[in-house]
């Protein structure tokens, strides 16, 4: 079975920083696309970076130049690290990746979510 177990969640006051893991464990054969999202009380989940199988990233405006994705493919795991944050960086954070399985199935996985709370 495939999971996603992602780490590195908390509080932390204006201006500090935080750094997520995301460990992808299971028969996994292919580790491609993965990607962060941010959900809000109420709200749809939206996309905070994403990176490529081959290491190309991208960022939600909100968040470039504060935020960097990265990936280790040897260890199928994934990280955000987060700088100079701020009150309206306060979410829950998912981690989301395509795997191919070694049984050959190519699926879309999330992890169960991690607190980052920006408070004073």
């Known amino acids: 079975q495939v999971q996603l177990v992602e780490s590195g969640g908390g509080v932390v006051q204006p201006g500090g920083s935080l750094r997520l893991s995301c460990a992808a464990s299971g028969s996994i054969l292919s580790f491609y696309a993965m990607g962060w999202y941010r959900q809000d009380p109420g709200k749809q989940r939206e996309l905070v970076a994403g990176?490529?199988?081959?290491?190309?990233?991208n960022y939600a405006d909100s968040v470039k130049g504060r935020f960097t994705i990265s990936r280790d493919n040897a260890e199928n795991t994934g990280y955000l690290q987060m700088n100079s944050l701020k009150p309206e960086d306060t979410g829950v954070y998912y981690c989301?990746?395509?795997?191919?399985?070694?049984?050959?199935?190519?699926?879309?996985?999330w992890g169960q979510g991690t607190q980052v709370t920006v408070s004073s």
């Open positions: 990176i490529t199988s081959g290491g190309s990233a």
């Open positions: 989301n990746a395509v795997l191919k399985t070694t049984l050959g199935y190519r699926g879309n996985y």
